[in-house]
């Protein structure tokens, strides 16, 4: 808008011929032209965009051009192109006729009434003599100038003369009334067919930034918004506060502002994008906008919508982009080429280790001299349904989610592909580490066109201003083609948009869609032992394998039970790459972990295997003999040094041990360490170690269930963290901590502040559940209520822990909750002597509890009939289960809760099912 007083419009003084003083005479140049009245002239550029000023014709009022649904007055596109063809582009004079206006407010145009004349021609009266214009009519002669008298002369020849509006044809008035045709979206694209690539004339009407253009096309009045194909200058990016330009938006549309509006060009079309905005060209006598745009730094290349273009226009504006970027114009002013990420830059073969989603996969890049690292990458421009949470059953995703993972996992895993890098985005928003999108070709096949074609994924909405695939057009025509054929998620949304039409409510996420609900019993007896003899039986069981702990050991997607089971390799042991604990404490390696874990993840993963079930351990883990693509996989492990024949009962057949043997003279995987190997020990001394900690004074702080709980080592000391956090202004996170972080939390009404440990976000309550580590209590609290830790804090021991009573397991009937009441009531302040029995593979700590009058917490509880004899603890501490099996056996006589029928268990079950201890209950 033009300031108050400014000196961008050049300008003298002359003496007026009406009023005998000197009248300020400005000149501007005509930007557009809005009526056949009213003009827009600009001003010279002031550091920047220059100033605009609205001028209207003094005493004269020309027809109304229509707007929305308000129809033209009659010639009022007439009148309006008379005055544009005469003086669109040129330089104008023009003296203020009374008063300035007011101030423009924001967003608004200063407009005065002005005398205006071009080449020393007064417009008004060419205008009127033209018959095009209308004098006002002014009633009291006091302002009756003769400057009014001459232009009311004028009316009055050109009315008698019969020309412009003042004709008396009535086809001629009739035809002089605009009907303005738009094109819906959906008829877009038979439009720009049905012109056959043949330039089309028409007047550019408005230009909203450098790149797009709203375009009337003469003589069929037909209005397109067109963007420009192949470029993208910046935008002007709108909020609730207004408008907020990004660097150089204003100077693009100035750019092409002066150059074409109003003027005539001519458009030639060449696609159409997602919200039915034209794809094409803009040409005009002097040459094409596109590539003025480009060499002056004020646009950059659009791969998507450049596809649209031939392909010697295509290698033309990557050639001027080019040109620009390294003179380091406008927008490549900071401009390093080792910098550039978001477009397309770098073709690489790679190979497919891991399918996450419909869209998101694990690559590794191929290289010369062997393979790169891991990178995870994202399909360019399309969105996949996404599956549901893992362990949580009561989210079946969204439709199809299985179905597009499934076929993208057939279309690649485990081969070479071809990637072209396009663009990076922060995930999650907006502040997230950055993920890379690409384009993945297999051969000739576009792996994310053909999970459109199939209906499997959609195409993303991009802003105009967004990065997208460089093959956007090819996934449109794609989804369309799916559309029309009704195919999957497509159909899914017509059923839906047929049922809402007839009335129904739909509450179902799965509406008209394959169901898959998937048990996921990975690590979890409990729920793992119905499965185990459906699976002996069926000999050969089919799987496909969907996570790898260690060389040896994985998760595996079992169709026939809908499954998800642990699974690990009988009679072989593998190392162990570095992990976490529950607790996200570090938890070193072995020797060869990482590189076990990675032959595996490259070799197997994501792949279709065959599986022989022999048995269930007692973390829940089925174990067995494996096949992938007819190959032995322990046979395998073993040749390349990556796992080890382990087990006094181990069974290996004879090209198992010789495969053992060759690794082991090769000195291939584990068998370059033979210090590690001399360190190994026996199964029964690795999984049960003798009983050497002893915590004297503890108590217990919580129970997990009637044979775990928690336990508190020694009396917690906050009093630092309180006196640091409430001395220094120490503000909340700024979202949810991930789970398993440890953090402050305010307790008992801000007195204190303990560390805990994050669980989970309750989404209805809004507040965070936390377990205090010290104390071992289960709190909630909302995000305002915590407070980040300092390393040193995070990383001091924690006052207590959670532990499994040894030797016994909780009875899993109605009696669960009785076996948790008497374990609380028994243990309720009491102090103990816990000794640490043995840790079982996952290092989970079993304890015996003894007072100091010599109570037993395990035989009090056998003794009441509310706990069973575990009997796969460990062999070597059989005779520290002698009094458990006394106290136990009094309860059965006595038929003491679930004794009260004489066996706990049926005879059958009991002989061949041995109780086992499950992983961590939900507290109660």
């Given at each position: 808008?033009?300031?108050?007083?400014?000196?961008?419009?050049?300008?003298?003084?002359?003496?007026?011929?009406?009023?005998?003083?000197?009248?300020?005479?400005?000149?501007?140049?005509?930007?557009?032209?809005?009526?056949?009245?009213?003009?827009?002239?600009?001003?010279?550029?002031?550091?920047?965009?220059?100033?605009?000023?609205?001028?209207?014709?003094?005493?004269?009022?020309?027809?109304?051009?229509?707007?929305?649904?308000?129809?033209?007055?009659?010639?009022?596109?007439?009148?309006?192109?008379?005055?544009?063809?005469?003086?669109?582009?040129?330089?104008?004079?023009?003296?203020?006729?009374?008063?300035?206006?007011?101030?423009?407010?924001?967003?608004?145009?200063?407009?005065?009434?002005?005398?205006?004349?071009?080449?020393?021609?007064?417009?008004?009266?060419?205008?009127?003599?033209?018959?095009?214009?209308?004098?006002?009519?002014?009633?009291?002669?006091?302002?009756?100038?003769?400057?009014?008298?001459?232009?009311?002369?004028?009316?009055?020849?050109?009315?008698?003369?019969?020309?412009?509006?003042?004709?008396?044809?009535?086809?001629?008035?009739?035809?002089?009334?605009?009907?303005?045709?738009?094109?819906?979206?959906?008829?877009?694209?038979?439009?720009?067919?049905?012109?056959?690539?043949?330039?089309?004339?028409?007047?550019?009407?408005?230009?909203?930034?450098?790149?797009?253009?709203?375009?009337?096309?003469?003589?069929?009045?037909?209005?397109?918004?067109?963007?420009?194909?192949?470029?993208?200058?910046?935008?002007?990016?709108?909020?609730?506060?207004?408008?907020?330009?990004?660097?150089?938006?204003?100077?693009?549309?100035?750019?092409?502002?002066?150059?074409?509006?109003?003027?005539?060009?001519?458009?030639?079309?060449?696609?159409?994008?997602?919200?039915?905005?034209?794809?094409?060209?803009?040409?005009?006598?002097?040459?094409?906008?596109?590539?003025?745009?480009?060499?002056?730094?004020?646009?950059?290349?659009?791969?998507?919508?450049?596809?649209?273009?031939?392909?010697?226009?295509?290698?033309?504006?990557?050639?001027?982009?080019?040109?620009?970027?390294?003179?380091?114009?406008?927008?490549?002013?900071?401009?390093?080429?080792?910098?550039?990420?978001?477009?397309?830059?770098?073709?690489?073969?790679?190979?497919?280790?891991?399918?996450?989603?419909?869209?998101?996969?694990?690559?590794?890049?191929?290289?010369?001299?062997?393979?790169?690292?891991?990178?995870?990458?994202?399909?360019?421009?399309?969105?996949?349904?996404?599956?549901?949470?893992?362990?949580?059953?009561?989210?079946?995703?969204?439709?199809?989610?299985?179905?597009?993972?499934?076929?993208?996992?057939?279309?690649?895993?485990?081969?070479?592909?071809?990637?072209?890098?396009?663009?990076?985005?922060?995930?999650?928003?907006?502040?997230?580490?950055?993920?890379?999108?690409?384009?993945?070709?297999?051969?000739?096949?576009?792996?994310?066109?053909?999970?459109?074609?199939?209906?499997?994924?959609?195409?993303?909405?991009?802003?105009?201003?967004?990065?997208?695939?460089?093959?956007?057009?090819?996934?449109?025509?794609?989804?369309?083609?799916?559309?029309?054929?009704?195919?999957?998620?497509h159909r899914i949304a017509q059923l839906r948009q047929r049922a809402e039409k007839s009335g129904a409510t739909i509450d179902d996420p799965m509406f008209g869609a394959p169901m898959h609900q998937v048990n996921d019993v990975c690590?979890?007896?409990?729920?793992?032992?119905?499965?185990?003899?459906?699976?002996?039986?069926?000999?050969?069981?089919?799987?496909?394998?969907?996570?790898?702990?260690?060389?040896?050991?994985?998760?595996?997607?079992?169709?026939?039970?809908?499954?998800?089971?642990?699974?690990?390799?009988?009679?072989?042991?593998?190392?162990?790459?570095?992990?976490?604990?529950?607790?996200?404490?570090?938890?070193?390696?072995?020797?060869?972990?990482?590189?076990?874990?990675?032959?595996?993840?490259?070799?197997?993963?994501?792949?279709?295997?065959?599986?022989?079930?022999?048995?269930?351990?007692?973390?829940?883990?089925?174990?067995?003999?494996?096949?992938?693509?007819?190959?032995?996989?322990?046979?395998?492990?073993?040749?390349?040094?990556?796992?080890?024949?382990?087990?006094?009962r181990a069974t290996a057949s004879d090209r198992e041990e010789q495969a053992q043997a060759n690794a082991r003279e090769a000195k291939r995987g584990i068998w370059?360490?033979?210090?590690?190997?001399?360190?190994?020990?026996?199964?029964?001394?690795?999984?049960?170690?003798?009983?050497?900690?002893?915590?004297?004074?503890?108590?217990?702080?919580?129970?997990?269930?009637?044979?775990?709980?928690?336990?508190?080592?020694?009396?917690?000391?906050?009093?630092?963290?309180?006196?640091?956090?409430?001395?220094?202004?120490?503000?909340?996170?700024?979202?949810?901590?991930?789970?398993?972080?440890?953090?402050?939390?305010?307790?008992?009404?801000?007195?204190?502040?303990?560390?805990?440990?994050?669980?989970?976000?309750?989404?209805?309550?809004?507040?965070?559940?936390?377990?205090?580590?010290?104390?071992?209590?289960?709190?909630?609290?909302?995000?305002?209520?915590?407070?980040?830790?300092?390393?040193?804090?995070?990383?001091?021991?924690?006052?207590?822990?959670?532990?499994?009573?040894?030797?016994?397991?909780?009875?899993?009937?109605?009696?669960?909750?009785?076996?948790?009441?008497?374990?609380?009531?028994?243990?309720?302040?009491?102090?103990?002597?816990?000794?640490?029995?043995?840790?079982?593979?996952?290092?989970?700590?079993?304890?015996?509890?003894?007072?100091?009058?010599?109570?037993?917490?395990?035989?009090?509880?056998?003794?009441?009939?509310?706990?069973?004899?575990?009997?796969?603890?460990?062999?070597?501490?059989?005779?520290?289960?002698?009094?458990?099996?006394?106290?136990?056996?009094?309860?059965?006589?006595?038929?003491?809760?679930?004794?009260?029928?004489?066996?706990?268990?049926?005879?059958?079950?009991?002989?061949?099912?041995?109780?086992?201890?499950?992983?961590?209950?939900?507290?109660?």
């Amino acid at each position: 808008t033009l300031p108050e007083t400014t000196n961008c419009f050049l300008a003298s003084d002359e003496q007026s011929s009406t009023m005998h003083k000197p009248v300020r005479v400005m000149q501007g140049r005509v930007k557009s032209v809005l009526s056949g009245d009213t003009l827009i002239v600009i001003g010279q550029p002031c550091g920047g965009p220059p100033p605009e000023k609205q001028i209207t014709l003094s005493y004269v009022m020309a027809p109304r051009l229509g707007r929305g649904d308000r129809a033209d007055e009659a010639f009022a596109w007439q009148s309006r192109e008379f005055l544009r063809e005469r003086c669109i582009g040129q330089y104008v004079a023009f003296t203020p006729d009374g008063p300035p206006s007011r101030s423009p407010q924001q967003g608004e145009v200063r407009r005065d009434f002005c005398t205006v004349t071009l080449g020393g021609q007064n417009l008004a009266h060419m205008a009127i003599a033209a018959g095009w214009v209308k004098v006002k009519e002014i009633t009291n002669r006091k302002y009756r100038t003769p400057e009014y008298e001459e232009m009311v002369r004028m009316e009055q020849e050109a009315k008698e003369q019969g020309v412009g509006m003042w004709t008396s044809d009535a086809q001629a008035k009739a035809a002089s009334v605009r009907e303005i045709r738009t094109i819906q979206p959906d008829d877009a694209r038979a439009f720009v067919d049905s012109l056959r690539g043949e330039p089309q004339e028409g007047i550019v009407e408005f230009v909203p930034n450098g790149s797009t253009f709203r375009i009337m096309l003469v003589p069929s009045f037909t209005q397109i918004q067109l963007i420009l194909a192949g470029i993208q200058a910046p935008s002007f990016r709108r909020d609730q506060a207004g408008s907020d330009p990004l660097p150089f938006a204003e100077e693009a549309k100035y750019f092409t502002e002066s150059r074409l509006m109003n003027r005539n060009v001519h458009v030639k079309l060449f696609g159409v994008d997602r919200y039915g905005n034209f794809l094409g060209r803009v040409l005009v006598q002097q040459g094409d906008i596109t590539h003025e745009l480009l060499r002056a730094g004020l646009a950059k290349l659009a791969p998507w919508s450049a596809q649209t273009l031939p392909h010697p226009e295509q290698a033309l504006i990557r050639d001027l982009e080019g040109q620009a970027k390294k003179a380091r114009l406008r927008l490549w002013a900071t401009y390093e080429p080792e910098a550039e990420t978001t477009q397309v830059e770098r073709e690489f073969q790679a190979t497919v280790v891991e399918v996450i989603s419909g869209d998101t996969l694990q690559i590794v890049e191929s290289k010369e001299g062997g393979e790169g690292e891991e990178m995870r990458v994202s399909l360019s421009s399309i969105r996949a349904p996404r599956l549901p949470m893992r362990r949580d059953e009561r989210n079946l995703g969204e439709p199809y989610a299985w179905e597009a993972r499934e076929m993208l996992r057939s279309l690649v895993i485990g081969r070479k592909v071809k990637v072209i890098a396009e663009y990076k985005r922060p995930i999650p928003p907006p502040n997230g580490p950055l993920r890379q999108y690409a384009t993945l070709f297999v051969g000739k096949t576009n792996v994310a066109e053909k999970l459109v074609s199939e209906g499997l994924v959609s195409v993303i909405r991009h802003r105009i201003e967004d990065d997208r695939s460089t093959q956007y057009q090819a996934l449109l025509d794609a989804e369309l083609q799916a559309k029309q054929m009704n195919r999957n998620v497509h159909r899914i949304a017509q059923l839906r948009q047929r049922a809402e039409k007839s009335g129904a409510t739909i509450d179902d996420p799965m509406f008209g869609a394959p169901m898959h609900q998937v048990n996921d019993v990975c690590y979890n007896p409990t729920r793992s032992r119905p499965f185990l003899e459906s699976l002996k039986r069926a000999g050969r069981v089919q799987g496909v394998i969907e996570g790898v702990a260690n060389a040896a050991r994985f998760r595996v997607f079992v169709p026939r039970e809908s499954a998800l089971i642990s699974f690990a390799l009988s009679n072989v042991r593998a190392p162990y790459p570095p992990r976490t604990d529950r607790d996200k404490q570090p938890l070193e390696g072995d020797p060869c972990g990482p590189e076990g874990l990675r032959f595996s993840r490259m070799r197997y993963l994501n792949r279709a295997v065959e599986l022989r079930i022999e048995t269930l351990d007692r973390s829940g883990t089925f174990l067995g003999d494996m096949e992938c693509q007819s190959e032995p996989v322990r046979e395998t492990l073993l040749r390349e040094g990556y796992a080890r024949i382990y087990g006094a009962r181990a069974t290996a057949s004879d090209r198992e041990e010789q495969a053992q043997a060759n690794a082991r003279e090769a000195k291939r995987g584990i068998w370059e360490f033979p210090e590690a190997l001399q360190q190994a020990q026996s199964p029964e001394q690795e999984t049960a170690k003798t009983a050497e900690e002893v915590l004297p004074n503890v108590r217990v702080a919580d129970v997990i269930d009637g044979g775990a709980c928690v336990i508190q080592t020694r009396v917690p000391d906050d009093t630092a963290l309180t006196a640091r956090i409430n001395a220094l202004t120490v503000a909340p996170p700024s979202g949810v901590p991930p789970k398993g972080t440890l953090v402050a939390v305010r307790c008992e009404n801000g007195a204190v502040w303990r560390r805990a440990r994050v669980e989970e976000f309750d989404f209805e309550q809004n507040t965070i559940d936390l377990t205090l580590v010290d104390i071992g209590y289960y709190v909630s609290a909302p995000i305002s209520d915590l407070r980040p830790l300092e390393p040193e804090e995070a990383q001091a021991p924690h006052a207590s822990m959670n532990c499994f009573l040894a030797f016994i397991v909780p009875p899993a009937d109605e009696h669960s909750e009785l076996a948790a009441d008497e374990l609380r009531r028994i243990t309720e302040d009491k102090q103990y002597e816990c000794r640490i029995v043995y840790r079982d593979e996952r290092r989970r700590p079993y304890i015996t509890l003894v007072d100091s009058e010599g109570n037993n917490v395990a035989v009090q509880l056998l003794r009441s009939g509310l706990a069973l004899v575990d009997r796969n603890a460990p062999r070597e501490h059989y005779r520290l289960t002698v009094p458990l099996r006394e106290a136990q056996d009094q309860a059965k006589q006595e038929h003491l809760n679930i004794w009260m029928y004489g066996e706990a268990l049926g005879q059958e079950e009991e002989e061949d099912a041995a109780p086992v201890r499950g992983g961590r209950g939900r507290r109660r």
